[in-house]
């Protein structure tokens, strides 16, 4: 499978650019400690992460991925700022890059494709992270799970990355780790790549329906068609 005439790739952040897991679950831990609550091992927490940081902490307070009905709104709101205030001291301790992003990135970058963030991560850490790991530059556009009313699997951020740049979805390509990824893509009329080694609630990618599954990230090189200078 190789992809024409792309020029914006959405990139999803959390389980395709970088294993936070291990800041986020500790930061949750923290969070399940000051209410007196049992943690969880970081596996567990893992196939937890995806829905942004209120789903994230719903589903800790329910000890499964399946959000408690019955949870207070009240109580919610308490510790999700209590988890909002640990990950911001933590935000990116053992955060770690996944294998050939940093390089893949500065050749895409320097080849002229538009890189994007599209993540379900709170707006107000991305940037931090992506300065701590040395990746700031490389992307022009950064859409957090809090930036918009809806975020993935719905459509409406990467409708709202072709509007802002002036761009169609065909000329975009979503990458993710996850289904949410893969869903929000064919919704908004995108072509997608899964990659394996992230987290997906444990679930394998697939079986989602995206047009290419890869296990490293390197091989989104090779995927692409180059873009090529007009000739006269
Ligand atoms: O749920 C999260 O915070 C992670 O979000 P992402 O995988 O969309 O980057
Ligand atoms: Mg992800």
Known sequence: MKFTNKDVLLFDLDGTLIDSVPDLALSINQMLNALDMTPYPTDTIRSWVGN??????????????????????????????????????????????????????????????????????????????????????FFEMVVGGDSLPKRKPDPMQLTYVCETLGVSPSSCLMIGDSKNDIFAATAADMQSIGLTYGYNHGEDINSHGASLVLDNFAGIIEALVPITEPTY
């Open 52 to 137: 942004g940081a209120a789903v994230l902490t719903k589903r800790a307070l329910s000890g499964s991925i399946d959000i408690d009905p019955d949870l207070d709104a009240t109580y919610v709101e308490k510790a999700l700022s209590i988890f909002l205030s640990f990950y911001d001291k933590n935000v990116c301790v053992e955060t770690t890059l996944y294998p050939n992003v940093k390089s893949t990135l500065e050749s895409l970058h320097s080849d002229g494709y538009r890189l994007v963030i599209v993540t379900n991560k709170p707006e107000q850490f991305v940037r931090p992270i992506l300065k701590h790991l040395g990746l700031n530059d």
